[in-house]
């Protein structure tokens, strides 16, 4: 049985406070952002997934919000301008790694904002 109330709250610690902090300087600064190897306190990285700073691409890779959201406009906008693309259109229009294209074009899919068909992706438009 689950009980709520509407006086939870979650508090924050100082040094959780400098760390968020921390986190989000390197946001600023990788655009994919390995959860394992950045970042030592994974509950306070589910916070930030929680509280829309980090969006989650897959289960070792964050990035943040603002500039997933960018992206993920990016590639609609390709996409509305050219139907079918491969990863190396997306890879050379973002101007990132073939590995990095990959990754977010399969958290698109996954999305249900994207779908894959063959070598090319396109707009999920029903």
Do not use: C, P, W
């Amino acid at each position: 049985q689950l009980v709520s109330t509407t006086q939870f709250s979650i508090t924050i610690s100082d040094s959780d406070k400098k760390l968020i902090d921390e986190y989000l300087q390197i946001a600023n600064s990788e655009l994919f952002i390995n959860i394992n190897s950045e970042f030592k306190n994974r509950e306070l990285v589910n916070l930030m997934i929680q509280g829309n700073y980090f969006t989650k691409i897959d289960s070792e890779i964050v990035m943040s919000s603002q500039e997933y959201k960018m992206i993920v406009n990016k590639i609609i906008e390709l996409m509305k301008n050219n139907q079918d693309v491969k990863v190396a259109e997306v890879r050379d229009y973002l101007n990132i790694s073939r590995k990095n294209a990959l990754l977010i074009l399969e958290h698109l899919d996954e999305q249900k904002i994207t779908k894959r068909n063959g070598d090319f992706r396109s707009l999920n438009i029903k």
